[in-house]
């Protein structure tokens, strides 16, 4: 029996209808987007620095690369254990505090707030001249009530020194002549001394040089009654002592006045030094044939005043 015609033709509009639904759900093959293509190129870029970090960490393990730290001075952690000593400059004494594991930069530099002498300008005494500023209070033997001398002059007393007006211009202002010196070699009672001549064992000497204090006392020189005299230094004492044959006078060098020094006219390799004990010229302590070479080592030594000596 065969089918009508109206029903064919609803057989033929489902078939129609499914294979439309079929083609429109069907994926069809096109190219890959870019959306796609851009995040694969940037999981290539992330995996390129994630190899150079791991390259730079293998170069260098330890090195951390997010932050940095300044290096710090041990000393600034760990200066170590106190030291209570004294340091004596232009006849005044100071109290200084400071671990033994500071260096002497860092007491240079304690000690410029302290006088305002710069650095620079400061030469540290302590059993002869301190020299390396890398070294520690410790390595430098500095212990409990240690004595050490400090020598030099400010910029303002360098100013001062040197706009000093002459003393030709002082007299010219004042309209008074001031009267000439005799030299000291000139003088009567330095001349019976001098008549006498150099000591045997006189230390040599050599006139237009400066030199620092020798690690040995100073010797072969005379005083004014003509016997033997020695000049030792304790710097840790803060102490002169003068040595005769018969006695050996401890003066502290705080005490002392002032410090005066001639050439020998005869002999300028040698110096007649006159050393004030008291508030007057007649208080000086005379010392002949004093090797010229030491004469300014001796007064900065005495008086705490820089010259550049060393």
């Known amino acids: 029996m065969s089918e009508s015609k109206e029903t064919q033709g609803e057989k033929l509009q489902q078939n129609e209808t499914k294979e439309g639904i079929v083609s429109e759900t069907q994926p069809q093959e096109k190219d890959p987007p870019a959306e796609n293509q851009n995040v694969a190129t940037d999981n290539q870029s992330v995996d390129t620095v994630k190899l150079a970090s791991e390259i730079v960490k293998s170069l260098v393990p ?65 059993k002869g001249l301190v020299k390396d500023e890398t070294k520690t209070l410790k390595e430098l033997k500095v212990t409990k009530n240690s004595k050490m001398m400090l020598v030099g002059t400010t910029m303002t007393d360098l100013v001062a020194v040197n ?73 840790e004492e803060d102490s002169l002592w003068i040595g005769t044959k018969t006695r050996t006078e401890k003066i502290p060098m705080t005490s002392i ?42 007064k900065d030594t005495i008086l705490g005043k820089w010259q550049s000596f060393f």
């Open 62 to 126: 330890d090195t951390d690369m997010s932050e940095s730290s300044p290096q710090k001075d041990p000393c600034e952690e760990d200066p170590g254990p106190e030291i209570k000593f004294k340091l004596v400059y232009n006849k005044q004494t100071y109290e200084i505090v400071l671990g033994e594991n500071r260096t002497i930069r860092y007491l240079k530099d304690y000690i410029e707030t302290l006088t305002k002498l710069p650095r620079t300008m400061q030469k540290l005494m302590y």
């Open 163 to 235: 706009t000093k007006p002459a003393a030709s211009e002082i007299a010219s202002l004042s309209g008074t002549a001031i009267p000439k010196r005799e030299p000291l070699s000139k003088q009567k009672e330095h001349v019976k001394v001098l008549e006498k001549g150099k000591p045997e064992d006189a230390m040599e000497g050599v006139a237009g040089v400066k030199q620092p204090l020798p690690p040995q006392p100073l010797n072969g020189m005379i005083n004014k009654a003509g016997g033997k005299v020695r000049l030792t230094f304790k710097l």
């Open 257 to 298: 006045r002032n410090v005066v020094s001639e050439p020998i006219d005869t002999d300028p390799n040698y110096h007649i030094m006159g050393i004030q004990l008291g508030p007057t010229e007649l208080s000086r302590y005379w010392v002949y044939w004093v090797p010229a070479q030491y004469v300014d080592a001796v």
